[in-house]
């Protein structure tokens, strides 16, 4: 049986204080650390990102160099001043979790990337929370402090999770804190399959951009499936090493 396209996976980039887990105060990030948002811009670039309304009204445009996707109800273009669709800046809107991931989707496997990045903020990490296979995760040694954003899986102590990487960051002019930086991936995981004409079911304007770009979707994946099977190959090498 055709299962269809082996979807991207998808990711979490997240940094919290420790103790406390607060990721965000006021709609703002409450901590100044340089070296995370230049590793944050180096996991994440040239990829999909989806992240919720209010993280991107926070960081007030679109970030560069990354296709940028924002979760929103609201579908009122007119009174917000939004292009849903506003290919240019690499902004797109999505009113629901399938859309986003339609979107994702969609401008990954035509840009063959490998991984799709969920980067927040606490809404829409919980909306995520069944989906992602890895996590890139700062924990900043704050102590305790102010904010009314959490991130409260824990890892650590997680069978079901592999530390793959982990990396000491001292404070410094430019890190207010000092961190620690994680990578931890899921030791089970299951793999999304797509079929791009099933996306054709979502919504009258993913329909309008897909009908667009069906044919290139299609061929991507041609191309794509054979990168996609080595990589699972070096994947499965790497972890019976
Ligand atoms: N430390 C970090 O790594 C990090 C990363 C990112 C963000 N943050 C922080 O996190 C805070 C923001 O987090 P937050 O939880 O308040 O907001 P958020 O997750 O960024 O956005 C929430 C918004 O997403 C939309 N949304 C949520 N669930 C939805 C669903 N099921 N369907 C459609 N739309 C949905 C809604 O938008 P509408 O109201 O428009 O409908 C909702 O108001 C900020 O302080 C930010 O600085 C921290």
Redesign the pocket.
């Known amino acids: 049986m055709n299962k269809g396209i082996q979807a991207p996976d998808i990711s979490f980039?997240?940094?919290?204080s420790y103790p406390q887990n607060i990721?965000?105060?006021?709609?703002?990030?409450p901590w100044r650390l340089k070296g995370d948002l230049k590793r944050f811009r180096e996991i994440t670039t040239g990829h999909a990102v989806i992240?919720?309304?209010?993280?991107y009204e926070?960081i007030g445009r679109p970030l560069p160099n990354r296709k940028n996707i924002v979760?929103?109800?609201?579908q009122d273009a007119d009174s917000t001043n939004r292009s849903f669709w506003d290919p240019e800046r690499a902004l797109y809107w999505a009113?629901?979790?399938e859309n986003a991931l339609f979107i994702a989707d969609a401008l990954s496997i035509t840009s063959h990337k490998r991984d799709i990045f969920v980067?927040?903020?606490?809404?829409?990490y919980k909306?995520f929370a069944d989906l992602y296979y890895k996590i890139y995760l700062t924990l900043v040694f704050t102590g305790k402090i102010d904010g009314d954003?959490t991130f409260d899986i824990s890892f650590e102590n997680d069978d079901g999770w592999k530390l793959i990487e982990e990396q000491e960051c001292a404070k410094s002019e430019v890190d207010e804190y000092p961190s620690r930086f994680y990578i931890y991936k899921k030791k089970k995981y299951n793999r999304r399959y797509v079929n791009p004409r099933d996306f054709l079911k979502i919504d009258p304007l993913a329909e309008k951009w897909l009908l667009q770009h069906l044919d290139e979707i299609e061929k991507a994946n041609l191309e794509h499936q054979e990168s996609l099977n080595l990589f699972d190959q070096q994947l499965t090498l790497a972890a019976s090493r």
């Open positions: 980039v997240v940094a919290r990721i965000g105060c006021d709609n703002q990030l992240m919720g309304r209010k993280t926070s979760i929103s109800r609201s009113t629901t979790r980067i927040g903020g606490a809404e829409i909306l954003a």
